[in-house]
């Protein structure tokens, strides 16, 4: 029983040096995910009917900002039929530290994305921006957005023909006080029929709040 004992007690000694060890491996130098990366690509291809989801490089790192975890992923491509679908470059999460060890929830702080490239089969898949539903109030309780610091997608490309070129549309979210202050601009079609969407917002922790959003 006593040989037991200390075997069991050994055990759990050696598996908390580990967990220090692999904490500070984190926080020091980040740690790559790469044996997770084609059993996670599979678990979201099932979120992608008729499709799949392709995931390229990956290091789980450590915020300083939140006392956290923070995910840095170099590409993420979803395919859909043919070839098209989106792929998204230079991708950084933050998890919120204050959620996690105050609440014991798992909520987003910080999501920023360089570059992401729409590809559908073609350009006129996407609807013109006149016609697209606009959201016209908040309502109902959205209580992960008061851990939100800042999303950001700072280059929006929509493929047409072979290119894909930057023109200036992106999307930025980020906290003021209390609120969210988002704005969006967004420029895509054919150079004969183009279409555009350019929206301002101010949201509240309840998810109301007010938004300004000019089509054409």
Known sequence: MKRMLRIISGSL?????????????IRTFGLPLGFLTEPLS????????????????????????????????????????AEAGVLAEDIYIELSGPAFWDEGRIALSKAIIERVTLMPTRVNDLPAAAGLLVPTGGGGQFEALQYISEIAVRDIRVKSGEAAVSNGSHLLM?????????????????????SSIIGTAEIGQDGGGRAEVALS
């Open 42 to 81: 599979v678990v979201l291809t099932t979120f992608v009917p008729e499709g799949s989801v392709d995931i390229d490089s990956s290091r789980l790192g450590w915020s300083a900002e939140n006392n956290f975890f923070a995910l840095s992923i170099g590409k993420l491509r979803i395919r859909e039929a």
């Open 174 to 194: 980020i906290r003021k006080g209390s609120r969210l202050s988002a704005s969006l601009q967004i420029e895509y079609g054919t150079p004969d029929s183009l």
């Open 13 to 25: 000694v050696l598996l908390a040096m580990l967990a220090v060890l692999l904490y500070g491996t």
